[in-house]
């Protein structure tokens, strides 16, 4: 019978759990299925997370091809979509797909391996999407972990799953072409295509590989000096590729295994798993926490009294805010659709302490840009820097913006990429261009109130505002 291969946040031909099963079980007669389902809800709105995403996709459309064993899209709610497969493919002797264990894809997964069920139709439905899924990584006494670092301590001491290896020439032979079937889903999906317009070379498979070998060829060794600048190519750009599921965190890291030489930077490769590690930990909270996506995970900060300030609000989006290096953050997040994790940082304290602004307006606004969007992750890093979250930044610590500028852009060269207002400004002055006396203003051509906007608030005030708040909490609930 048929094989159906439900392809998702796995856009990927090799070490790729469902799809390597599929293979496996299939003989002599059978016949593999691979399908896309384009949800309604999914393209409600196209920003760049979609546009990169769909042309993922697109990257894997183009590989199946190759292997003669073509994607075919569904379109609808999922259950009239796979009616109509259910209707159109004959007998199916399984649907092979990758379980989300968090988030909208979990409540699709638990609905549909149920809904399947009911139709008489074996599911296989594995784990993928981690080194270490969600259950896997526990307390002696069953519990969950809510601080990193015993966690990762434990995540340490695991054996590590082996490659999910992917029979190609299987796929080659047992790959069926049923497009015509299957016309509403390909309606959709053409359509869907006239909106691509993010260009880059940094999309599907291919690529992702490409990237990693160059990352462990040089920059891992040097990751836990160079990971904290902005200006300096130092990370391993792999989270828009673990998001599509271009590339599959086990080979990342069976990659860094036996391609990586301790001797040339062991503490930069040991940062590097750590920071997996800490993908996996996100996956684990949202997992056993998901009203995370919308409360605060300290029940006490559950009544915190968020400013609420439109204008701000814009201001910090666009890059406006009269700090440098938090606008050039944003900037840099609104043009290419990432940005760096020091400035997430940075500019997730800066909206929730010095704005005074809630979290959950910063996590939808990271979600609309991010080609890299988890929301495992998004929610994780803002709970942490607005210290509501599990093993959060202590709301007492709050990061001083100008010294952050100081510390991880000492030369100014990355506001500069992308301030280009403060181009000639000199280094003394870059981090906190609105303290030029008036003659250096005129001489860098850098207006500050024309040119480049005064500071929206006073650091120290809003500190201060920020602590008490968090504080008055504290005290009275
Ligand atoms: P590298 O430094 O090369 O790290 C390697 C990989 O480790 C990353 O690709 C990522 O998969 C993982 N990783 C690293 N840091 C973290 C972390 N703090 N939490 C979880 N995983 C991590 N990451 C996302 O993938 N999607 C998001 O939507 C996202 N939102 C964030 C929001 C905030 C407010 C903060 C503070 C962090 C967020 N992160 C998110 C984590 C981190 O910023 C990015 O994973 C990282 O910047 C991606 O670039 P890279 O691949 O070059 O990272």
Same mark, same amino acid.
């Given at each position: 019978?048929?094989?159906?291969?439900?392809?998702?946040?796995?856009?990927? #031909?090799? =070490?790729?759990?469902?799809?390597?099963?599929?293979?496996?079980?299939?003989?002599?007669?059978? &016949? $593999?299925? *691979?399908?896309?389902?384009?949800?309604?809800? #999914?393209?409600?709105?196209?920003?760049?997370?979609?546009?990169?995403?769909?042309?993922?996709?697109?990257?894997?459309?183009?590989?199946?091809?190759?292997?003669?064993?073509?994607?075919?899209? #569904?379109?609808?709610?999922?259950? &009239?979509?796979?009616?109509?497969?259910? @209707?159109?493919?004959?007998?199916?002797?399984?649907?092979?797909?990758?379980?989300?264990?968090?988030?909208?894809?979990?409540?699709? /997964? =638990?609905?549909?391996?149920?809904?399947?069920?009911?139709?008489?139709?074996?599911?296989?439905?594995?784990?993928?999407?981690?080194?270490?899924?969600?259950?896997?990584?526990?307390?002696?006494?069953?519990?969950?972990?809510?601080?990193?670092?015993?966690?990762?301590?434990?995540?340490?001491?695991?054996?590590?799953?082996?490659?999910? !290896?992917?029979?190609?020439?299987?796929?080659?032979?047992?790959?069926?072409?049923?497009?015509?079937?299957?016309?509403?889903?390909?309606?959709?999906?053409?359509?869907?295509?006239?909106?691509?317009?993010?260009?880059?070379?940094?999309?599907?498979?291919?690529?992702?590989?490409?990237?990693?070998?160059?990352?462990?060829? %040089?920059?891992?060794?040097?990751?836990?000096?160079?990971?904290? *600048?902005?200006?300096?190519?130092?990370?391993?750009?792999?989270?828009? *590729?673990?998001?599509?599921?271009?590339?599959?965190?086990?080979?990342?890291?069976?990659?860094?295994?036996?391609?990586?030489?301790?001797?040339? %930077?062991?503490? %930069?490769?040991?940062?590097?798993?750590?920071?997996?590690?800490?993908?996996?930990?996100?996956?684990?909270?949202?997992? *056993?926490?998901?009203?995370?996506?919308?409360?605060?995970?300290?029940?006490?900060?559950?009544?915190?009294?968020?400013?609420?300030?439109?204008?701000?609000?814009?201001?910090?989006?666009?890059?406006?805010?009269?700090?440098? $290096?938090?606008?050039?953050?944003?900037?840099?997040?609104?043009?290419?659709?990432?940005?760096? @994790?020091?400035?997430?940082?940075?500019?997730?304290?800066? +909206?929730?302490?010095? +704005? #005074?602004?809630?979290?959950?307006?910063?996590?939808?606004?990271?979600?609309?840009?991010?080609?890299?969007?988890?929301?495992?992750?998004?929610?994780?890093?803002?709970?942490?820097?607005?210290?509501?979250?599990?093993?959060?930044?202590?709301?007492?610590?709050?990061?001083?913006?100008?010294?952050?500028?100081?510390?991880?852009?000492?030369? %100014?060269?990355?506001?500069?990429?992308?301030?280009?207002? $403060?181009?000639?400004?000199?280094?003394?002055?870059?981090?906190?261009?609105? !303290?030029?006396?008036?003659?250096?203003?005129?001489?860098?051509?850098?207006?500050?109130?024309?040119?480049?906007?005064?500071?929206?608030? =006073?650091?120290?005030?809003?500190? @201060?505002?920020?602590?008490?708040?968090?504080?008055?909490?504290? /005290?009275?609930?």
């Amino acid at each position: 019978g048929k094989r159906i291969v439900w392809f998702r946040r796995d856009l990927r #031909l090799n =070490d790729q759990t469902a799809l390597s099963r599929a293979v496996q079980d299939s003989g002599e007669g059978d &016949e $593999l299925l *691979f399908i896309f389902h384009i949800h309604p809800k #999914l393209i409600e709105e196209f920003t760049v997370r979609h546009d990169y995403f769909f042309q993922t996709v697109d990257a894997l459309v183009k590989d199946c091809e190759a292997y003669k064993a073509p994607i075919h899209f #569904l379109y609808g709610k999922e259950e &009239e979509a796979f009616s109509q497969l259910i @209707n159109n493919a004959g007998e199916i002797s399984g649907v092979y797909f990758n379980y989300d264990e968090v988030g909208f894809g979990k409540q699709r /997964d =638990d609905h549909m391996i149920e809904w399947f069920h009911e139709q008489g139709i074996p599911v296989y439905s594995s784990i993928d999407h981690h080194i270490h899924s969600a259950r896997e990584v526990t307390k002696k006494d069953g519990g969950f972990y809510k601080v990193f670092s015993p966690y990762f301590k434990q995540w340490q001491q695991l054996d590590k799953p082996e490659l999910q !290896t992917v029979d190609l020439e299987k796929v080659k032979r047992y790959g069926v072409d049923e497009r015509e079937h299957y016309k509403k889903g390909g309606n959709k999906w053409e359509s869907l295509k006239k909106q691509f317009d993010y260009k880059g070379n940094d999309i599907g498979e291919k690529a992702a590989l490409e990237r990693l070998h160059v990352f462990l060829d %040089g920059a891992i060794y040097d990751y836990e000096e160079h990971r904290d *600048f902005p200006a300096v190519d130092g990370t391993s750009l792999m989270s828009r *590729f673990l998001k599509t599921g271009a590339i599959s965190p086990r080979t990342i890291y069976h990659k860094i295994r036996e391609e990586t030489d301790g001797r040339k %930077g062991q503490k %930069g490769i040991d940062t590097y798993i750590q920071e997996i590690a800490w993908r996996d930990f996100y996956n684990m909270i949202y997992h *056993f926490y998901p009203e995370a996506h919308n409360l605060e995970m300290v029940e006490k900060y559950q009544g915190i009294d968020w400013n609420v300030d439109e204008e701000y609000l814009e201001r910090w989006k666009k890059g406006e805010t009269g700090f440098p $290096l938090i606008d050039a953050a944003m900037r840099q997040l609104n043009e290419t659709g990432w940005m760096h @994790n020091r400035l997430r940082m940075a500019v997730a304290s800066f +909206l929730t302490k010095d +704005l #005074l602004m809630d979290w959950r307006l910063g996590e939808k606004y990271f979600q609309e840009r991010l080609v890299d969007y988890d929301a495992a992750s998004n929610i994780g890093g803002w709970q942490w820097a607005a210290s509501t979250g599990t093993d959060p930044v202590p709301y007492f610590r709050v990061f001083n913006p100008t010294r952050q500028s100081e510390r991880f852009d000492p030369h %100014g060269r990355f506001i500069k990429e992308w301030v280009p207002e $403060l181009e000639n400004v000199e280094k003394k002055y870059i981090h906190a261009p609105g !303290t030029m006396p008036e003659d250096i203003q005129q001489k860098a051509g850098c207006l500050i109130g024309k040119d480049y906007p005064e500071p929206i608030v =006073d650091h120290k005030t809003m500190r @201060n505002k920020a602590i008490d708040r968090f504080k008055q909490v504290k /005290d009275y609930n």
